[in-house]
């Protein structure tokens, strides 16, 4: 049997890990799952309290959607898109337009949520360049202090949290910041800039890798008047926020916006697959039309564009929305989370508990960074049978939409005893 721990110690180089602290501590080699449970090489459970990173929806291992995959298995496991076409990614598009806001009608696949938000900006940019006359001065874009799109550099560079994104400063194009959640100031920069600004770029709602920082009520839609305004695209990065994890299909619903541009992924396939999509409107989408010879071709692609079995799982994600009504099923587990995180609000370890839906952020508030208060955290959720993950010192809980209100209890309680446990431990006498 190989030593996975080991292996993994040799060759992996893992994502937002600082691999010297990686290589001191025993890696946790996960199996299989089950439901709302990850179970490790040593038979040992958890709750499972990231969603996978924020994309599981419906659990592990969900029957329905493992039989898709595999029935997709029998009849082809991938083919391109340049050239072809196939059911599963047709009878997708029209299932997520329908959904979608009100004027989404086109879809274009990709493989993750960076490369979602990277086509809306190459989008966004080459529509006001077609457009011609003063639209082709519109060459730049706002983006909100704290953001996050991804890690490509079109994404990087309208992301906003200098601890990912400085290094690569000098990769990166130039953009207009406006200060989250604030639509006084979003309109201060568009009357400075509007003319030159193809679009403005927002995660709505909630900017998640921020640390779970919840917009105040309105804010959406005043961008959105905003934009309409000054003549300006709005991009909804729907890559965290979609699928359920705020309450409703998507976040835009809760403020009745229409975004220009939408960018999905993580729960698109209830956590199963890689696939990604970016929806526009047929206005846009008619930008790109013409004679060959015009060159008016979005020219970018993907190998696993529409992956065949990613659209089987994405499918079968839908079907089980609908079959299983998970989000008026999720509606009363909101309210209890919404209850148990206000007991562990009113703790004295916590500065503060942000939440929208299935969105939590436990902020521990100021500690040294050399204590890594929030990897205490979650080195102890794991002691007591849970994995969650933190940003900095704010504890993020994501569980998937399906988890049952006796194991959010349970993984609320196991995140209150860690956060007492690893505060506790970083302030006793050495």
Not at 85 to 90: K, L, M, R, V, Y
Not at 232 to 248: I, K, P, Q, S, Y
Request: aromatic share 8%; glycine share 10%; hydrophobic share 40%.
């Amino acid at each position: 049997m190989p030593d996975h721990a080991q292996l993994d110690r040799d060759h992996v180089w893992h994502p937002f890990t600082q691999q010297q602290g990686w290589s001191e501590e025993e890696p946790l080699v996960i199996e299989r799952g089950e439901g709302s449970y990850l179970f490790d090489s040593e038979g040992r459970r958890y709750l499972d309290g990231t969603a996978a990173l924020w994309c599981n929806v419906h659990g592990h291992r969900h029957p329905a959607i493992d039989r898709a995959v595999r029935e997709q298995l029998d009849r082809v496991a991938h083919t391109t898109m340049l050239g072809l076409t196939h059911p599963g990614a047709t009878e997708l598009a029209a299932r997520l337009t329908a959904i979608a806001p009100a004027g989404l009608s086109r879809v274009f696949y990709s493989d993750s949520g960076s490369t979602a938000a990277e086509i809306a900006l190459k989008i966004a940019f080459q529509y006001q360049q077609q457009r011609g006359g003063e639209h082709a001065r519109r060459t730049r874009f706002v983006r909100l202090r704290e953001a996050y799109h991804g890690d490509t550099i079109g994404s990087v560079s309208v992301g906003g949290i200098d601890l990912f994104h400085s290094t690569y400063r000098p990769l990166l194009f130039e953009t207009h910041v406006a200060e989250p959640g604030d639509a006084a100031d979003l309109e201060r920069v568009l009357a400075a800039h509007g003319g030159e600004v193809a679009a403005v770029v927002v995660e709505p709602l909630v900017q998640g890798a921020a640390g779970i920082l919840v917009q105040p009520e309105g804010y959406l839609r005043a961008a959105r008047e905003l934009c309409d305004r000054f003549g300006v695209l709005l991009v909804c990065d729907e890559v965290a926020t979609g699928f359920g994890r705020t309450g409703t299909m998507f976040a835009c619903e809760q403020e009745g916006v229409a975004p220009d541009l939408m960018c999905l992924a993580k729960g698109i396939t209830g956590g199963y697959l890689p696939l990604a999509a970016t929806l526009a409107t047929e206005e846009i989408y008619e930008g790109f039309l013409g004679s060959y010879e015009e060159f008016r071709t979005f020219f970018h692609g993907h190998t696993y564009t529409g992956n065949p079995l990613a659209c089987a799982a994405a499918l079968a994600n839908l079907d089980v929305f609908e079959q299983e009504r998970t989000l008026e099923r999720l509606q009363p587990k909101i309210a209890l989370l919404e209850e148990l995180l206000a007991e562990l609000a009113a703790t004295d370890e916590v500065a503060e508990v942000r939440q929208k839906g299935f969105m939590v952020g436990i902020d521990l508030g100021d500690h040294d960074d050399a204590l890594r208060m929030g990897h205490r955290v979650t080195v102890e959720a794991r002691r007591r049978g849970a994995f969650i993950r933190p940003l900095g010192n704010t504890v993020v809980l994501m569980p998937p939409l399906s988890m049952a209100e006796d194991e959010l209890r349970e993984l609320v309680a196991i995140a209150k005893d860690s956060i007492h446990a690893a505060v506790t431990e970083s302030i006793l006498p050495v």
